[in-house]
């Protein structure tokens, strides 16, 4: 296996990680932005090749094995002194951004994901290792994340690896089809056993 940072010709695979990660709660916001007629996998696209913002590529890095991307992780620094969520946010957001804002100053892990044929085999463990790696050489001090209780793989990981449950909210579901309950916030102190 070799980790390495994502490029912008990356950008499908990005997509399809992104959206894995998060039960198609990408794909579902891709749809309702381009409407009936327009292609939401290009949209998502378009926002991984960007240059900036949170889902760029270069806030990813991709896990391969024998040439074959297996897996990706994709985080950057919280802010830290978030301000009130906005009003115009769309509601099945607002959960995610509230947990968010209760680990400020973290770096924010917000993509873990492994392709099926590759689960079972270390990766997701190696890719939140290196992002403890990278948290740290950011000179930050904690890593946060928020899983769905659905992932329940997912969160065996996390509990082994150290991290540590701080809040939950419901899932906003809205018109969204998807099984999950709850958003799950997790912290661990960088270098931490």
Known sequence: MEIRRARASDAADLVRFI????????LHFWRKSVGPEGDPWALGR??????????????AWLAEVDGTVAACLLGYAAEPAPGPVDPDTPP?????????????????????ATD???????LGSALL????????????????LIAADTHRDALRLYTAKGYRQVARRPVVK?????DAGEWIL????????
Do not use: C, Q
């Open 92 to 112: 099945i957001f607002v959960p995610l951004l509230e947990l968010e804002a209760l680990a400020p100053g973290s770096w924010y892990l917000n993509v873990l």
């Open 46 to 59: 378009e926002r991984a090749a960007r240059e900036t913002g949170n889902f760029s590529y270069r806030n």
């Open 129 to 144: 290792a290196y992002a403890e790696s990278v948290a740290a050489a950011a000179g930050h001090d904690t890593i946060s």
């Open 19 to 26: 959206n894995m990660a998060a039960d198609d709660l990408p």
């Open 116 to 122: 099926g044929g590759f689960r079972g085999k270390g």
């Open 186 to 193: 997790f912290t661990k102190p960088v270098g931490a056993a």
């Open 174 to 178: 809205g018109d969204w089809k998807v």
